[in-house]
């Protein structure tokens, strides 16, 4: 028989547990009192099975990036940078990159300003 189910979870693990369980609730939120819509009419939307829509709200595990920011079609702005931020999204590198055209110079320039 396999230890691994009792194996403790790093600190590492907890905070993404813990960012995937705080994201379910605030996507639970956002579908029923800013949408009011249902999961399946949610799920049709994204492209992916209500039960995804359901394990995303229950915590079991982040939606991709992707599907964030097509959810973030159907939001306002400040309600989806929420949601990238949620999910571990660098929303910083986000706004620069959509602010202008991103440049090799541009690039360098954000990469140096990063490390310090």
């Known amino acids: 028989m396999s230890r691994r189910l009792n194996k403790p979870?790093?600190?590492?693990?907890?905070?993404?547990?813990?960012?995937?369980?705080?994201?379910?609730?605030?996507?639970?939120?956002?579908?029923?009192?800013?949408l009011k819509t249902s999961q399946g009419k949610l799920a049709k939307s994204l492209n992916v099975a209500r039960t995804t829509v359901s394990s995303w709200e229950s915590g079991d595990y982040p939606p991709a990036t992707e599907k964030l920011i097509a959810l973030s079609n159907l939001l306002d702005p400040a309600s989806t940078l929420d949601a990238l931020r949620?999910?571990?999204?660098?929303?910083?590198?986000?706004?620069?990159?959509?602010?202008?055209?991103?440049?090799?110079?541009?690039d360098a320039d954000f990469r140096a300003r990063k490390k310090r």
Request: no cysteine; charged share 30%; glycine share 4%.
């Open 86 to 106: 949620l999910a571990g999204v660098d929303v910083e590198r986000l706004r620069y990159i959509l602010a202008e055209p991103l440049t090799d110079e541009i």
């Open 9 to 34: 979870r790093t600190a590492k693990v907890k905070a993404q547990v813990e960012r995937a369980k705080y994201l379910g609730a605030w996507l639970f939120h956002i579908r029923t009192k800013v």
